[in-house]
């Protein structure tokens, strides 16, 4: 009776609570859809793109940049981080006089590898004296018209920063397993609505694709405030709101060209930062894994082999999840029927949170294009508090 009671109604009154008090995130209203208002002068904007060993995307990156109708005065700055596939010489070629190719230097102690290529680029940056920085992906393309929306967004509502959250790649059978579920996991973890409300301390963005006023970012420390986090973009947005009112939402015009061609290259994407989202605490993360055991095991356990009113409850729980899953579903162009699998998706993603603790006590943690970064952040974020 008691077995059935907590895990048949704790996990109801979980997504009963996730459904009904966590701002709706689920509905995923938070998009660059709507138009923007122009505004009256168009203010100067340098595009800021660290690239390590994107040879095979640079071009088309790029390319979307320097495609860019925005009306006002527009440079690109890549920084070259150390890349050895000819990411720097193919860049070169493609426009030398709206486009500055920097060679990256060797990264300090302390910092991770992106956030040093952004700092240098930054820098780099000041000497056009631009009013934005935009902060982007060396993989992701943009809309001609991105710029634009950005900029008016920011404008009109006096935001420090506005963030879109680029689609992913979800083609093949790995990609529709995982990746709608990643961005809901994110959005739940950061409810849209919430980042978005000035009264609320809850602060994110998306790495590939940050608009960031030059001058509110000094105010805040600049980038060697956050120089040691792995999970640069969330820091940057807790950074940047606490200066003003920061937007983050979901965006067709900004679509990442990295492919997920396998289970494991998602599992990758996940394992270097899941720990880190933790605080890379052992307890913090047997907390996580049994509520994730709670929440999206036991509906299906009771659902499936208890009985009476717990089943029922199993049932329900279930249904509510598959239910809150729909609108992600819809925006990747999904069958519903995925909605009925985000318990599954669900402990796929609390063993990629274990592998990323594994890894960290290996001293592999945050390994990213051959640089093991979360040992050095962790101690970094160590000796600061």
């Not at 605080?279 to 047997?286: C, H, I, K, Q």
């Not at 208890?306 to 729980?317: D, H, N, R, T, V």
Request: charged share 15%; with cysteine.
């Amino acid at each position: 009776m008691i077995a059935g009671i907590l895990f048949g109604f704790v996990p109801l009154a979980v997504w009963l609570y996730l459904l009904l008090f966590r701002g709706g995130f689920w509905l995923l209203r938070e998009r660059d859809t709507a138009p923007v208002d122009q505004p009256a002068s168009w203010p100067s904007v340098v595009a800021v793109v660290p690239a390590r060993n994107e040879a095979d995307v640079i071009g088309r990156s790029i390319g979307s940049l320097l495609a860019q109708d925005y009306p006002g005065p527009l440079h690109i700055v890549l920084v070259d981080d150390q890349s050895d596939d000819g990411t720097g010489p193919l860049a070169r070629r493609l426009n030398p006089d709206r486009l500055t190719v920097l060679t990256g230097g060797t990264r300090p102690q302390g910092w991770t590898g992106k956030l040093w290529a952004m700092k240098q680029g930054s820098d780099y940056a000041a000497v056009f004296g631009s009013e934005f920085l935009w902060f982007t992906d060396a993989d992701i393309v943009h809309a001609p018209d991105n710029l634009r929306h950005l900029v008016g967004r920011a404008q009109a509502g006096n935001n420090v920063l506005v963030s879109l959250m680029a689609r992913l790649s979800c083609k093949n059978l790995a990609e529709h397993f995982l990746i709608p579920a990643f961005v809901f996991f994110f959005d739940m973890l950061f409810p849209f609505a919430a980042v978005n409300n000035p009264a609320s301390k809850v602060a994110a963005a998306a790495g590939g694709c940050m608009l960031v006023r030059r001058q509110a970012l000094e105010k805040a420390g600049g980038l060697a405030a956050i120089g040691h986090n792995i999970i640069d973009d969330c820091a940057l947005g807790r950074a940047m709101k606490a200066q003003g009112p920061i937007w983050l939402g979901l965006t067709d015009r900004a679509v990442s060209l990295r492919p997920y061609e396998h289970l494991s290259d998602i599992r990758h994407m996940v394992t270097r930062t899941a720990y880190a989202q933790l605080g890379y605490s052992p307890l913090v993360l047997a907390a996580t894994l049994f509520g994730l055991a709670m929440v999206y095991l036991a509906p299906v356990m009771t659902a499936l082999f208890a009985w009476g009113i717990s089943q029922m409850a199993g049932w329900l729980a279930w249904i509510i999840m598959a239910v809150m899953y729909q609108p992600i579903l819809r925006f990747y162009r999904l069958s519903p029927l995925w909605g009925l699998a985000l318990p599954l998706i669900g402990l796929f993603y609390a063993g990629f949170t274990c592998q990323s603790a594994i890894l960290y006590w290996s001293g592999k943690g945050g390994m990213w294009k051959g640089r093991a970064q979360a040992q050095a952040s962790a101690k970094s974020a160590g000796n600061q508090a």
